[in-house]
């Protein structure tokens, strides 16, 4: 198993930017695909962002292609989410996900065992 704890999350304002963090612990990360997931209130969890184990590959949801980067860090065990010309909708406690070696899905929740506890992220209006 990996511990995660995420980061940087934050009040912003439409148009913003900010940069949430994933750090891991306890395996090694290096071997995980990690993926972003979130959850606005009274909604189901959604897929955000993904990244294979060496940074290779990354897959984004349509809702977030072009607005949001996803990345990572194998040497300090760090992921990262830049998430640029934010909106209202983008409101939601995001989560960092791992999975060792290859998810089956990498946009599917249940395809990740390893969950941080979530940071806050609000977009005002």
């Known amino acids: 198993q990996v511990q995660l704890v995420e980061s940087g999350g934050g009040l912003v304002q439409a148009g913003g930017s900010l940069i949430v963090s994933c750090a891991a612990s306890?395996?090694?990360?290096?071997?995980?695909?990690m993926g972003w997931f979130r959850q606005a209130p009274g909604k189901e969890r959604e897929f955000v962002a993904a990244?294979?184990?060496?940074?290779?590959?990354?897959y984004y949801a349509d809702s977030v292609k072009g607005r949001f980067t996803i990345s990572r860090d194998n040497a300090k065990n760090t992921g990262h989410l830049q998430m640029n010309s934010l909106k209202p909708d983008d409101t939601a406690v995001y989560y960092c996900?791992?999975?060792?070696?290859?998810?089956?899905?990498?946009?599917?929740?249940?395809?990740?065992?390893?969950w941080g506890q979530g940071t806050q992220v609000t977009v005002s209006s």
């Open positions: 306890g395996r090694t990360f290096r071997n995980y695909a």
């Open positions: 996900a791992a999975k060792a070696g290859v998810p089956a899905f990498y946009s599917a929740s249940y395809a990740y065992n390893n």
């Open positions: 990244i294979s184990w060496n940074g290779g590959s990354t």
